[in-house]
C-alpha cells in the first residue's frame, strides 16, 4: 500500500498535464485491513481521490519462483471524462498461454493476448472480462450491533468462591476481606439486580471503616463474580433509564456504502435479534456519519459466474464407479 502512495505522490501535476503510472502487486492490497485500517484508509483516499484508473487481474504463474495471483494496478491524475469517478476491473485471468515450466513460471501472456486486454482497456465499457465502477461501489460502513444486557446478581457460595478469583479482591489486606465477608453473609441466597452492586458499596464502605476507599473496579468485579446472564431477563438500564448493553454481544455489520443502514438494519439484522439496536456514537471521523467507512476491491464479486451443482443421481453414479474401482484395486493387492 505504502508504494501505491508512493507513486501516487510520483505522478506528475495535474494542472502539468497529470501522469499515469502502474504497479503489479499480490492479492491482498485489495482486501487486507478492515475499517479504519492503514490499509483501508489507504485505498480511500486513493479512490476518493479518484486516482485509481484500472486493475487488471493477471494470470497465475506467470512470473518466476510465485504462482500466486497478481494485479496490475494503474494510477493516474488525468483521467478523461468518462472514466471520472470510475474504477475498470478487467479479469484477465484467464487469458495465458503455456510454456515449459521455468521456475514456476509455465504462462505467459501472447502477444495477441496482450492485445486483447489492452483493448478492453482502452475501451473502458462493460463486457465479459470488463466491468467499469462507481468507486463508491467498493466502500462499506462498518456498524457496531448493540443488544442490551439481561443480568442479576446471584449471591451464593458459589460466586462468592468466584470473587476471591478477581485481582480486585486478591488486593484487598486480610482485614477488608473479612469486612467484605460479614457484608455479603445478609446477602447468601438471594437475587439481586445488578444496580443493587454499587449501592451496596458505597453503603458498607461508608459504614465499616476497616473497608477504606473502594474503586470502581470492585464494583465490576462483583457484577462480573455474581452476575449471571439471562437471554428471558428484563434488559438492565443505568441511573438515567438508558438500556445497558452486553459487551459479550457486541457485533458489527459490514453495510455497503450506497444503502442506508437503516434500511439494511431492518432487513438483515431485526429479523433474527429483534432487541438489537445501531450504537450512534460509532462514527467515522472524516465525515461524520455512523459507521466507520472501508474500502475493500473483492473481484470475484463483479465476475462471479454462478454453477449449478451436479444432479444427485450424478454423484450417485460417480460414488459408484469410484468404489467399484476402489474394490478392484483392493482386489488386485490381495491376491
Not at 483501508?40 to 479518484?50: A, K, P, T, V
Not at 468507486?135 to 457496531?144: D, L, Q, S, V
Request: charged residues 30%.
Amino acid at each position: 500500500m505504502l508504494f501505491l502512495l508512493q507513486l501516487a505522490c510520483k505522478l506528475e501535476l495535474s494542472e502539468k498535464g497529470g501522469g499515469r503510472a502502474a504497479i503489479v502487486l499480490s492479492g491482498s492490497p485489495l482486501f487486507n485491513g478492515g475499517a479504519g485500517s492503514g490499509e483501508s484508509e489507504i485505498r480511500r483516499w486513493l479512490l476518493e481521490q479518484d486516482l485509481v484508473e484500472a486493475i487488471i487481474a493477471l494470470p497465475t504463474e506467470i512470473f518466476f519462483r510465485t504462482g500466486i495471483a497478481t494485479y496490475l494496478w494503474i494510477l493516474s491524475n488525468r483521467k478523461p471524462e468518462h472514466r471520472k469517478n470510475k474504477v475498470q476491473l478487467i479479469n484477465a485471468a484467464g487469458l495465458w498461454t503455456s510454456i515449459k515450466n521455468e521456475g514456476n513460471k509455465r504462462r505467459i501472456i501472447s502477444d495477441d493476448q496482450l492485445h486483447q486486454i489492452v483493448d478492453v482497456y482502452a475501451s473502458a465499457e462493460n463486457s465479459e472480462i470488463s466491468r467499469m465502477l462507481d468507486y463508491r461501489r467498493f466502500a462499506y460502513r462498518r456498524i457496531r450491533v448493540l443488544r442490551p444486557l439481561r443480568m442479576t446478581l446471584h449471591i451464593n457460595e458459589e460466586t462468592m468462591i468466584r470473587l476471591t478469583e478477581e485481582k480486585a479482591w486478591i488486593k484487598l489486606d486480610l482485614e477488608q476481606q473479612a469486612a467484605w465477608r460479614r457484608a455479603f453473609e445478609a446477602y447468601i441466597g438471594l437475587v439481586l439486580p445488578i444496580t443493587w452492586a454499587e449501592s451496596f458499596v458505597v453503603e458498607t464502605a461508608s459504614k465499616d471503616p476497616a473497608i477504606g476507599k473502594v474503586s470502581k473496579t470492585f464494583v465490576k468485579a462483583l457484577i462480573s463474580s455474581f452476575g449471571v446472564r439471562n437471554p428471558d431477563g428484563e434488559p438492565v438500564v443505568d441511573a438515567e433509564g438508558m438500556t445497558v448493553p452486553d459487551t459479550s454481544l457486541t457485533d458489527y455489520e459490514n453495510v455497503p456504502f450506497l444503502e442506508d443502514i437503516r434500511d439494511y438494519f431492518a432487513r438483515e439484522v431485526l429479523p433474527h435479534v429483534h432487541d438489537a439496536w445501531i450504537d450512534e456514537s460509532y462514527v467515522d471521523k472524516k465525515d461524520k456519519a455512523v459507521g466507520l467507512v472501508g474500502y475493500e476491491i473483492n473481484f470475484n464479486r463483479f465476475f462471479y459466474k454462478y454453477e449449478a451443482p451436479p444432479k444427485l443421481e450424478d454423484i450417485d453414479k460417480e460414488l459408484k464407479r469410484v468404489e467399484a474401482e476402489i474394490a478392484s484395486l483392493l482386489g488386485e493387492v490381495m491376491e
